[in-house]
């Protein structure tokens, strides 16, 4: 058997609706992204969303639009993946990674009140596996420190106190004390990548809270300069007879969704409901095959919040790394692939460049270091979520020929 880890569930609707994309004639921005934003907004219970060709994107030009840079500290966590961290550098501020609460996937808030600093301008939260975060505790944080906050834009100012823009890469589709993710943070980011739930192949979006005395048009006019080259119209607004003129306004960047793209992403969302409850099945059979003393895994239902269930994170507890990764290699052998979830950013080489040690990070080094990504897509048949519980198990009860692995552990553990 064979079992992949993360393959996008693509049907004929997904691939009519790129067939009619390309017959049409109009391929890059345009009509289908404009109706995808449009259908994400909706969504989202938000008055407007930007579609882009990425979450990593969709952060940095909000992190732009509101003009952060050089001299202003971002906060993240030490959790996540790169893109969470790398948009600050881009934009010359300072990254202040965070690590997590202890036996959390998520961010220690308390550490975030204590990061913050009269350079402070915004704190970028992660959803790890599609489990918001406690947006509740984060506001008042920054409600607490707005004193210490110094705005440096129009948008900044509006909002007068440190914006909260969720790295919601994983959640698209979860709630939050009844709210969607995109209408609980002031900015969040969402990705369509090829692995993510609801994919456009690559792909993101940013949606936002309506700011007093902010006009959403601006905003979304400022996006579009931002992600088309700071050009006063688009490729759709040229195409009006004699209106080939345009200018360009300032330097910025192409980071724009194609409609080819779009029309992935609007097939996927009117098939959204159905994925969300196949994945919502395949967390619960695999919560009630695996979970005991040995084995926890992340919650993703509450009463506070449902998960978009875009990752089953595991923790072998009591285990290492060395442990971990054999365990790896034996599910891999059985023909299930499987991962992690996530190396934390001290441990690569570009932050330890930075100055970030993974000894100040106990709690995600903690985390990180029994935890395994089981097969959680919507492709995946009950017979196969059955083998999976059953091939780790088997693997789990050979310990005795494992016992080498308890103790070894990886020589940059905790340097």
């Known amino acids: 058997m064979h079992i992949p880890f993360s393959p996008p569930d693509i ?122 975060c406690d947006y509740d505790k984060i506001f008042e ?22 914006v909260v823009i969720a790295d919601a890469a994983h959640s698209f589709g979860a709630t939050y004390k009844g709210r969607k993710s995109g209408e609980v943070a002031d ?24 700011i007093k005395g902010i006009d959403n048009e601006e905003i979304y006019k400022q996006f579009m300069l931002l992600s088309l080259h700071g050009q006063s119209k688009d490729a759709l607004a040229k195409t009006k007879l004699g209106s080939w003129e345009y200018d360009i306004l300032y330097p910025a960047y ?56 875009h990752l089953y994170l595991i923790r072998l507890i009591g285990k290492n790394e060395a442990y971990r990764n054999k365990v790896i290699e034996k599910m891999a052998e059985k023909g299930i692939a499987t991962n992690v979830h996530f190396k934390p950013l001290p441990l690569h080489t570009a932050y330890k460049n930075l100055g970030f040690k993974i000894k ?14 089981l097969p959680l897509h919507t492709l995946l048949t009950d017979d196969e979520v059955n083998y999976i519980v059953n091939s780790l198990a088997e693997i789990l009860n050979e310990e005795d020929n494992m016992k080498l692995y308890e103790f070894e552990e990886c020589a940059y553990a905790m340097e």
């Not at 097939?267 to 619960?284: D, K, M, N």
């Open 11 to 132: 049907t004929e609707l997904e691939i009519n609706e790129v067939i009619e994309t390309l017959k049409s004639g109009w391929i890059t921005t345009g009509p289908k992204t404009k109706l995808f934003e449009k259908k994400i907004a909706e969504y989202c219970n938000t008055s407007k969303a930007v579609c882009l060709n990425s979450a990593t994107a969709a952060m940095e030009m909000t992190l732009r639009l509101l003009g952060i840079g050089p001299g202003d500290e971002i906060i993240t966590s030490a959790y996540t993946y790169t893109a969470s961290a790398s948009v600050i550098h881009h934009v010359g501020a300072k990254i202040i990674l965070v690590d997590t609460a202890k036996d959390s996937f998520h961010i220690d808030y308390e550490k975030i009140e204590k990061a913050i600093t009269e350079k402070t301008k915004a704190i970028i939260p992660v959803d790890i596996a599609g489990v918001m």
């Open 141 to 162: 944080i920054v409600e607490r420190k707005r004193n210490l906050f110094k705005s440096s834009n129009k948008i900044q100012e509006a909002i007068g106190r440190i």
């Open 187 to 210: 900015f969040t980011c969402f990705s369509f990548h090829a692995v993510k739930n609801l994919t456009t192949a690559e792909g993101g979006a940013v949606t936002w809270k309506d």
């Open 254 to 309: 192409k980071c724009n969704m194609t409609d080819i793209m779009a029309s992935i992403g609007l097939a996927q969302l009117r098939r959204y409901p159905e994925i969300l409850e196949r994945r919502r099945q395949i967390i619960e059979m695999y919560d009630k095959a695996l979970l005991g003393e040995n084995i926890v895994s992340l919650k993703h239902f509450d009463k506070d919040y449902t998960s978009s269930g």
């Open 360 to 373: 100040d990070y106990p709690n995600a080094y903690e985390m990180y270091k029994n935890e395994i990504t």
